[in-house]
């Protein structure tokens, strides 16, 4: 079977990260990709194969993977809450083993309770974390653990700039904004360092841990960068103890730019993590000042 042949299977294509991981793939030409998504009538034709599996319901798994030589896999923490992201990316990568996938990609996060050494409870970061373990005791011929940043894409969603009465946008965070610790990128080119893993598991499928980075900031960063570029954004620091009584899952928010600004976003070993990725990737990361140009237009540019 020639490498050409070898078939990925990507869970999570609807998605940043998968949609990601299938372009870059079908990028390079050098894999066949099998979509698995819940509902393969709305989505023919978005890569070589689409194909049902569903993270709920393992039995809809095996066949997902029968015949991949590949997989890459992501779960979603916010969609059940977080209560079922151990069991489902356990359930993938049991599933996938016993198909016979050699090469198992996880994308993962650091594990905040153990660096923390229980400081901080960010479990959107160590439940994926603790799924490592389980895909390292499988045995899979080849594993990888990927990390994905702070996406560039939440100031743009999530945490875009909010209007203020005074009719100026900006951000309050309790954070310190001078703090450089933040580990950003552009969630799209995390599928670069997977496909490149996927070509190179001789040097990195031996259980490395690759992470995606285009650059450490600070807010005052962001807004130093933004207002270079013709915007007019601010940021406000605020006690953790107010921001955490303005929404639900507040608190989780505190607790993780309270780990960030203690440890940064991507713990211990960051150097040696974003080099491994680097080294791999099939493209260079996009750093912020980039990325905000094509991305986040202003007023004036928009209207022009």
Same mark, same amino acid.
């Given at each position: 079977?020639?490498?050409?042949?070898?078939?990925?299977?990507?869970?999570?294509?609807?998605?940043?990260?998968? /949609?990601?991981?299938?372009?870059?793939?079908?990028?390079?030409?050098?894999?066949?990709?099998?979509?698995?998504?819940?509902?393969?009538?709305?989505?023919?034709?978005?890569?070589?194969? $689409?194909?049902?599996?569903?993270?709920?319901?393992?039995?809809?798994?095996?066949?997902?993977?029968?015949?991949?030589?590949?997989?890459?896999?992501?779960?979603?923490?916010?969609?059940?809450? !977080?209560?079922?992201?151990?069991?489902?990316?356990?359930?993938?990568?049991?599933?996938?083993?016993?198909?016979?996938?050699?090469?198992?990609?996880?994308?993962?996060?650091?594990?905040?309770?153990?660096?923390?050494?229980?400081?901080?409870?960010?479990?959107?970061?160590?439940?994926?974390?603790?799924?490592?373990?389980?895909?390292?005791?499988?045995?899979?011929?080849?594993?990888?653990? $990927?990390?994905?940043?702070?996406?560039?894409?939440?100031?743009?969603?999530?945490?875009?700039?909010?209007?203020?009465?005074? /009719?100026?946008?900006?951000?309050?965070?309790?954070?310190?904004?001078?703090?450089?610790?933040?580990?950003?990128?552009?969630?799209?080119?995390?599928?670069?360092?997977?496909? !490149?893993?996927?070509?190179?598991?001789?040097?990195?499928?031996?259980?490395?841990?690759?992470?995606?980075? /285009?650059?450490?900031?600070?807010?005052?960063?962001?807004?130093?960068?933004?207002?270079?570029?013709?915007?007019? $954004?601010?940021?406000?620091?605020?006690?953790?103890?107010?921001?955490?009584?303005?929404?639900?899952?507040?608190?989780?928010?505190?607790?993780?730019?309270?780990?960030?600004?203690?440890?940064?976003?991507? !713990?211990?070993?960051?150097?040696?993590?974003?080099?491994?990725?680097?080294?791999?990737?099939?493209?260079?990361?996009?750093?912020?000042?980039?990325?905000?140009?094509?991305?986040?237009?202003?007023?004036?540019?928009?209207?022009?």
């Amino acid at each position: 079977m020639t490498t050409e042949d070898r078939i990925v299977a990507v869970i999570g294509v609807t998605g940043q990260q998968g /949609g990601g991981v299938v372009r870059a793939l079908q990028s390079r030409g050098r894999f066949r990709v099998r979509a698995l998504t819940r509902d393969p009538g709305r989505h023919a034709g978005l890569a070589d194969e $689409v194909v049902a599996a569903d993270l709920d319901r393992p039995e809809t798994l095996p066949a997902a993977f029968a015949g991949a030589y590949g997989a890459f896999v992501v779960t979603n923490f916010w969609q059940e809450g !977080g209560s079922y992201e151990a069991a489902q990316g356990t359930a993938a990568a049991e599933a996938a083993r016993d198909a016979g996938v050699e090469h198992f990609v996880w994308s993962t996060l650091p594990d905040v309770a153990t660096i923390s050494g229980g400081a901080f409870a960010v479990p959107h970061f160590t439940g994926k974390a603790r799924v490592n373990e389980v895909v390292k005791g499988l045995g899979f011929p080849a594993c990888t653990f $990927v990390e994905a940043p702070f996406y560039y894409q939440n100031f743009t969603g999530v945490l875009a700039p909010q209007a203020r009465d005074d /009719g100026t946008r900006g951000w309050a965070l309790p954070i310190d904004p001078a703090a450089r610790c933040i580990h950003m990128g552009d969630i799209a080119e995390l599928g670069n360092v997977v496909a !490149g893993a996927f070509e190179h598991p001789d040097t990195v499928g031996q259980g490395q841990v690759l992470s995606l980075s /285009g650059g450490l900031l600070s807010f005052d960063d962001v807004v130093a960068t933004l207002n270079a570029q013709g915007h007019d $954004v601010s940021f406000r620091q605020i006690p953790g103890e107010v921001f955490a009584t303005f929404f639900p899952g507040a608190e989780e928010m505190v607790a993780m730019l309270g780990y960030f600004q203690a440890h940064t976003y991507l !713990g211990p070993d960051t150097e040696a993590k974003i080099a491994r990725a680097n080294a791999v990737a099939t493209a260079p990361p996009t750093d912020f000042a980039t990325w905000a140009r094509a991305h986040m237009p202003t007023e004036a540019s928009a209207d022009a």
